[in-house]
């Protein structure tokens, strides 16, 4: 008996989550996610190295569109079997696919029409990656999963779900093979959050695996420590205020925008900050807000006690959830301080572009990031101190003043990852550093050795390892 892992995304790079693993005549796929770096996109049009018929099951880690965002395409290519995961996975999953999938629709229909104007084409054929009927055939195929109980895949292979901080219902999946009495486990991180966030619980040790695949986005840093993250925000909040300016928030739908509100709440019922109303401008994190209030079984102690004290960040007085475009551009006449909560996260899209526009050149306003801004973005323009920048075609001068917090991050750090695999009771057979930028899973690679003296590989794209 052998089992063989395949390394079919995020293996030297971080998004595109897709990892195979093959074990008595089976095929399990964990994740299947979307490639979102540039120059990695082109890999998304590629067909399955292996036929999606031939795969068995997927289990799914969470619903982040780099681990999520091809199993409407696996589906629509011949994918029969269920999607495996946590059931706040599949709702968070059904609302991030169908926004991707209206965003890939989009984006055919821009590309095609300005390659005709201009008379070339591109380097992706110019129809949708999949569309949003692709992904309402994907949806059913979701199989929800509890936390912590095991379950049968086939005769021989048997995965848990445990909780991975990562997001709300985010998972590590273990995956034991037994047959003929040779049997072994394989670990699988996802991505694994930090200790002590707001909300949800913290990662879950595992004392045992043979193989395990480990995530290393921060896996060459270590982040700001938790408390700087009120401190900076109650600052912001309360100097805004008495210079009689706004407070605009940049920020990811899922996880992110629940943090800040969670926050804020926090600060309000300390009497850190004064009465203040907060706009989350966002349709999509509005929606993922409401799937956090059905799955409140997966939240922490801490905001188990706010619901029962009837202290939800998600109803504190002055929060105002916004749907329509019109609510969002009556925003802009309030004359007194208010903070605003908007997508995208990095500025490249969204409604928070508009209240930049009407922010970034006021002294009196701060702009206020909580996210990763990737380089080329508008928000890395923001952050770099950049004197001016271009919004909508037009020039604006950056007068607003600009704070970025670190700590908000839903990847633990290096030392966090260390403390997580301290869990192990021995050491594993092998150890694959996934999901990081070369130098960080290479960083990491190094430092895990140095610590432990496990076998530690950073595995290639499409490299194949055989467990024995
Ligand atoms: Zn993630």
């Known amino acids: 008996m052998q089992a063989k892992l395949e390394f079919l995304g995020a293996a030297g790079n971080v998004t595109g989550s897709r990892h195979l693993l093959q074990a008595n005549g089976n095929r399990i796929l964990v994740d299947c996610g979307l490639y979102q770096e540039r120059q990695l996109k082109i890999r998304n049009w590629d067909p399955f190295p292996v036929p999606p018929k031939t795969i068995d099951a997927v289990l799914l880690t969470h619903a982040h569109l780099d681990h999520c965002g091809l199993l409407p395409k696996l589906v629509r290519d011949g994918f029969k079997g269920r999607i495996y995961c946590t059931s706040a996975t599949a709702d968070l999953a059904r609302i991030i696919l169908f926004d991707s999938a209206k965003l890939q629709e989009e984006d055919a229909e821009f590309k095609r029409k300005r390659h005709q104007k201009e008379g070339r084409k591109g380097p992706y054929p110019e129809v949708p990656l999949y569309t949003v009927a692709d992904t309402e055939a994907c949806c059913?195929?979701?199989?929800?999963?509890e936390y912590k109980q095991p379950l049968k895949i086939s005769e021989h292979i048997e995965a848990t779900f445990c909780e991975a901080g990562h997001v709300l219902g985010s998972s590590i999946i273990k995956v034991k093979i037994d047959a003929n009495g040779w049997s072994r486990t394989v670990l699988f991180s996802g991505d694994i959050g930090r200790p002590n966030r707001p909300i949800i619980h913290d990662p879950a040790y595992v004392d045992q695996a043979d193989y395990i695949l480990v995530e290393s986005t921060y896996g060459d840093r270590l982040h700001e420590p938790h408390e700087d993250i009120k401190k900076i925000v109650t600052e912001a909040i309360n100097s805004t205020k008495k210079a009689k300016g706004n407070i605009v928030v940049p920020s990811f739908a899922l996880e992110r925008s629940q943090?800040?509100?969670?926050y804020?709440?926090?600060?309000l019922l300390e009497g850190a900050i004064p009465p203040i109303t907060v706009f989350l401008d966002s349709p999509m994190a509005t929606s993922i807000t409401k799937v956090f209030q059905k799955h409140a079984e997966l939240f922490d102690e801490e905001m188990t006690e706010l619901i029962r004290h009837k202290q939800s960040p998600f109803n504190f007085p002055g929060l105002k959830m916004i749907e329509t475009t019109k609510e969002s551009q009556a925003i802009n006449s309030?004359?007194?301080t208010i903070m605003v909560i908007a997508g995208s996260g990095m500025c490249t899209g969204g409604r928070i572009k508009h209240h930049l526009v009407n922010n970034i050149s006021r002294p009196e306003s701060t702009i206020m990031f909580i996210g990763y801004q990737a380089v080329g973005t508008l928000g890395r323009q923001i952050v770099n101190g950049e004197k001016e920048v271009r919004i909508f075609g037009q020039k604006y001068p950056v007068k607003a003043r600009v704070v970025q917090i670190q700590g908000f991050s839903a990847h633990a750090d290096r030392d966090e990852l260390l403390q997580w695999l301290s869990g192990l009771k021995k050491p594993p057979r092998k150890l694959f550093?996934?999901?990081g930028e070369p130098e960080s899973a290479q960083h990491?690679?190094?430092?895990?050795?140095?610590?432990t003296g496990w076998n530690v590989t950073v595995p290639a794209y499409q490299d194949q390892v055989v467990l024995d």
Do not use: E, G
């Not at 059913?140 to 999963?145: E, I, K, L, M």
């Not at 804020?264 to 600060?267: C, G």
């Open 140 to 145: 059913p195929h979701f199989a929800p999963v």
């Open 259 to 262: 943090d800040i509100l969670y």
């Open 264 to 267: 804020i709440n926090q600060l």
């Open 334 to 336: 309030i004359k007194r």
């Open 433 to 435: 550093v996934v999901h």
């Open 444 to 451: 990491f690679a190094d430092f895990i050795r140095a610590k």
